[in-house]
């Protein structure tokens, strides 16, 4: 195991200010910083080290955006790199991230973001959310910036993924940033959205159903296996996953695999640009008209993040599934 140590570089007021129940200081149901620290958190097998409650983050993913928000930390982040799309937030996290500054959304062929460390070093991070090729955890310790990832993408991960991951996340980052009441309370929101989600679901309704990644203007088409959010996501929503099989995270598919198994319902992932496209991606395959979901109809098309990785915008995209297909069986 590693350890990564983050220094306090700014001073610690003496006096701590307590706000009452109805306050909404910023620091609003938590010690002052430096109060319940060190903090050690294990992530990706690496134990990270905070000597302070983190000031200055970097965004590199938006996958903890609505952990930030949840816990009322998004104040906390200077800069961000990569892509938001405003179909995941809400209105008051669109405001959040219209006032963070956008260093880069470009991106390669893969859809991996290209962004420089010394752009990423400029801004003094205490932190930094995202790990990106060229940004290695290894690459920012080596000037004592600490790096989390979500464990669901962490490099050489195949634990299978349940909803819970998502409250142990939550409850992480309450721990990073001194915020372990509003993680404790939005836990206990989200686990009530769960219920009253769930209750809609048809479990009984035996359908079949596959989440896959197209490959916008023909080529490889990716499937998810047990490894992924995809497969609790389609339980929850009252689907089989005809992958459920396939104990990994993703894996490619061919058009004649898709055939023998033939699922009811198909959900099409995609990161950016137009849904109609990333459905002609598949439907438009040699083959792929024959597939009984696209034969019915039974085809939605979903922003990545709200299946991929588990955070809470996984919940936001079980809602939409089952409102999507309840009641068309």
Do not use: W
Request: proline residues 6%; charged residues 20%; glycine residues 10%.
């Amino acid at each position: 195991m590693k350890s990564l140590r983050l220094a306090v570089t700014a001073a610690i007021s003496s006096t701590v200010l307590l706000t009452t129940a109805c306050g909404g200081g910023p620091d609003a149901g938590s010690a002052a910083t430096g109060q319940g620290y060190p903090v050690t958190v294990t992530n990706c097998g690496t134990e990270v080290t905070f000597d302070a409650a983190p000031k200055r983050v970097v965004l590199l993913k938006s996958a903890a955006v609505p952990y930030l928000h949840a816990i009322g930390v998004m104040d906390r982040v200077t800069a961000r790199a990569g892509q938001y799309p405003m179909e995941y937030y809400d209105e008051a996290t669109r405001a959040e991230l219209d006032r963070i500054p956008l260093l880069t959304d470009k991106t390669d062929t893969s859809g991996h973001l290209q962004i420089s460390k010394e752009v990423v070093i400029s801004h003094q991070p205490d932190l930094v959310l995202g790990q990106v090729d060229n940004l290695s955890r290894d690459t920012l310790s080596a000037v004592d910036i600490p790096l989390l990832e979500e464990p669901a993408m962490c490099p050489g991960s195949t634990a299978a993924a349940t909803f819970d991951d998502i409250y142990a996340q939550l409850q992480t980052y309450g721990k990073v940033f001194g915020r372990t009441a509003e993680a404790t309370t939005a836990v206990t929101a989200l686990k009530e959205r769960m219920t009253k989600i769930q209750a809609e679901a048809d479990p009984s309704s035996g359908r079949t159903a596959a989440v896959l990644y197209p490959t916008v203007g023909g080529g490889t088409t990716y499937a998810y296996g047990t490894a992924s959010m995809a497969h609790p996501q389609l339980a929850a929503a009252g689907f089989r996953n005809v992958f459920g099989d396939v104990q990994k995270r993703v894996f490619e598919v061919t058009v004649e695999e898709l055939l023998g198994r033939d699922p009811d319902v198909l959900i099409l992932l995609y990161t950016d640009g137009d849904p109609k496209a990333v459905e002609q991606g598949l439907t438009g395959l040699p083959g792929a008209e024959k597939l009984k979901a696209v034969g019915n109809g039974d085809i939605m098309t979903q922003l990545f993040n709200f299946t991929e990785p588990p955070t809470p915008l996984s919940i936001d995209g079980l809602e939409r599934i089952v409102q999507r297909f309840k009641g068309s069986a």
